[in-house]
């Protein structure tokens, strides 16, 4: 199968996240699996709601598409998420795998846990994020970066910058407002369900 992966904490899973795994699907992929990751070596928070909320989330906002799945993978195992140790995993059973990622994450990748091999095992399909656009993001790449671009390893998916972001609805639902507009309809019931990020105790991890 040819797997993209879109990882992240998915804190909470947003329609901005669903705007990028739909517009990858016809990069040559046969389905896009959103990762949430157990505990983010990046992303380390003392408020992040627990794996298994988000997890439930991501796949409240997946369902009723045939293009997009969500991987319990990195939630089911123990201590931090490496994006290399994952998508070891979905290559060693066959997948020809796509990593979908921000271009904020692009301009941090020579800080990833074996960044090089990454590039050896996947391909990368890399979305807008502001600020690292055009010269900002041009000036963090190191030379072996843009070499692997050049052979192809490295594609830019087209549209509009991603302008939503987990913390903004977070943000807005801790002051009291409604994330209608920035998150699936499941996904703001389950939120409000759990009393996720307005303050409740069920959300909060251990």
Request: proline content about 7%; overall charge neutral; some cysteine.
């Amino acid at each position: 199968m040819r797997l993209g992966l879109m990882g992240g904490t998915f804190d909470p899973v947003h329609n901005g996240h669903l705007q990028v795994a739909r517009a990858a699907a016809p990069y040559g992929l046969d389905r896009v699996a959103l990762v949430p990751a157990r505990r983010p070596p990046h992303k380390d928070r003392d408020d992040m709601a627990d794996p298994y909320h988000r997890f439930a989330m991501a796949a409240l906002a997946a369902a009723g598409d045939d293009r997009i799945c969500v991987s319990s993978h990195e939630v089911a195992r123990d201590g931090p998420s490496y994006t290399i140790d994952t998508v070891r995993h979905f290559a060693g059973r066959g997948h020809d795998v796509t990593l979908i990622l921000g271009s904020d994450s692009l301009a941090e990748l020579e800080t990833w846990r074996e960044c090089r091999a990454l590039l050896d095992l996947a391909r990368l399909l890399v979305y807008p994020r502001r600020p690292y656009l055009g010269d900002p993001l041009e000036s963090r790449l190191p030379g072996w970066i843009r070499d692997r671009r050049s052979a192809g390893a490295i594609l830019w998916l087209d549209g509009e910058p991603v302008e939503t972001s987990s913390t903004q609805v977070r943000a807005l639902l801790r002051a009291g407002g409604s994330a209608q507009a920035l998150v699936p309809q499941p996904v703001e019931r389950y939120i409000l369900k759990h009393r996720l990020y307005t303050g409740g105790l069920e959300g909060a991890t251990e």
